[in-house]
């Protein structure tokens, strides 16, 4: 696999990782414990591959398009947690992003799945 495939994806599992601990305990001021680090990890583990492997399989619209989902999905994270402050804003906010991820993940394929196929009518 390409060197520079990897650290992009590395780079995007851990920044994905950092601004969800950022956003639940700095934003929202909660207390984390193992099990949250553990999910988040798992969380930044399944967009950074998800990211390696649509480039790896030089899917470029798609691996934009999730990309642009993913930080959708933290925009809206972040002003769930700043704006509803009723007790509901730290749910929506976490299901949001994963929400708007999915969503991301399957319009990128669907996308991509779109261009290849008029490419090769052509």
Do not use: C, H, P
Request: aromatic share 16%; no cysteine.
């Amino acid at each position: 696999m390409d060197n520079k495939l990897w650290k992009i994806g590395f780079f995007t599992g851990l920044t994905s990782f950092v601004l969800l601990i950022l956003g639940v305990r700095t934003v929202l001021g909660q207390e984390l414990e193992w099990r949250n680090y553990l999910a988040f990890a798992i969380f930044g583990l399944i967009v950074g591959v998800f990211s390696t492997l649509l480039l790896f399989y030089k899917l470029n619209i798609a691996f934009r398009i999730f990309i642009i989902a993913v930080a959708i999905g933290f925009v809206e994270l972040f002003r769930n947690f700043l704006m509803n402050k009723d007790g509901f804003g730290d749910l929506a906010g976490i299901l949001s992003l994963f929400i708007i991820t999915s969503f991301g993940l399957g319009i990128a394929f669907m996308v991509q799945a779109v261009v290849i196929l008029t490419r090769k009518n052509k």
